[in-house]
C-alpha cells in the first residue's frame, strides 16, 4: 500500500448517502426503497441539533446503506436544506465510514479541512461522527455536504 495512503486514517467504504425528504413523505419513500429491494435496517428520531427522523436501508447484503432524513421541525438543518431547494428533498450529505473516527478528525483538521464540529459527536444507531464543510479546502471545494462515521459498539 502507498505510504501516504497509509497516513490518511483509515477510510474504509461510503457508510450512506442521505436524502433529504419532505414533511410526510418517509413512509412513501421508504416504501419506495422497499418495492426495490432494500431493506429497512433502522429507524430512529435524531434529537438535539439535527431534529430529524432518520431511516437507514440497506443496499443488498453490502455494508452501503441509504440514510432517509425527514425534518421533525423548522429549525431541522434538514428542514433549512428543503428550504433552499424549493421545498424539493434531494442529497442532504455523503458518509464515508472511517476505522477511528479522532485520528481522521485530527488528521483532516491538521490538513485544512472545514470541518463544521468542534470535536467528534454522537450520531445515530450508536456512532460517533463528524461533519465536513462542502467547502471543503482552500484549494478544493467538494461541494456537498461530507460526514465522517465511526461504527459503534452498539450498531
Known amino acids: 500500500m502507498n505510504e501516504a495512503i497509509q497516513q490518511v486514517p483509515g477510510f474504509l467504504f461510503f457508510d450512506h448517502i442521505a436524502v433529504s425528504v419532505k414533511a410526510g413523505e418517509l ?3 421508504v416504501n419506495a426503497y422497499k418495492t426495490m429491494g432494500f431493506k ?3 429507524r430512529e428520531d435524531v434529537l438535539g441539533g439535527d431534529q430529524v427522523r432518520e431511516v437507514l436501508l440497506q443496499v443488498g447484503d453490502g455494508p452501503n ?3 432517509l432524513l425527514e425534518p421533525l421541525t423548522p429549525e431541522s438543518p434538514v428542514a433549512k436544506q428543503l428550504e433552499k431547494n424549493g421545498g424539493r428533498g ?3 450529505h455523503v458518509a464515508f465510514r472511517v476505522a477511528d473516527i ?3 478528525f485530527d488528521y483532516l483538521k491538521e490538513n485544512g479541512f472545514k470541518i463544521i464540529d468542534k470535536a467528534p459527536r454522537k450520531g ?3 456512532t460517533t461522527v463528524f461533519f465536513v464543510h462542502p467547502k ?3 484549494a478544493a471545494a467538494f461541494g456537498y455536504l461530507f460526514e465522517v462515521v465511526q461504527e459503534g459498539a452498539h450498531a
Do not use: I
Open 102 to 104: 479522532g485520528k481522521a
Open 90 to 92: 434531494g442529497l442532504a
Open 136 to 138: 471543503t479546502t482552500e
Open 40 to 42: 429497512e435496517m433502522h
Open 65 to 67: 446503506l441509504v440514510q
Open 124 to 126: 445515530s444507531r450508536g
Open 27 to 29: 413512509e412513501a419513500q
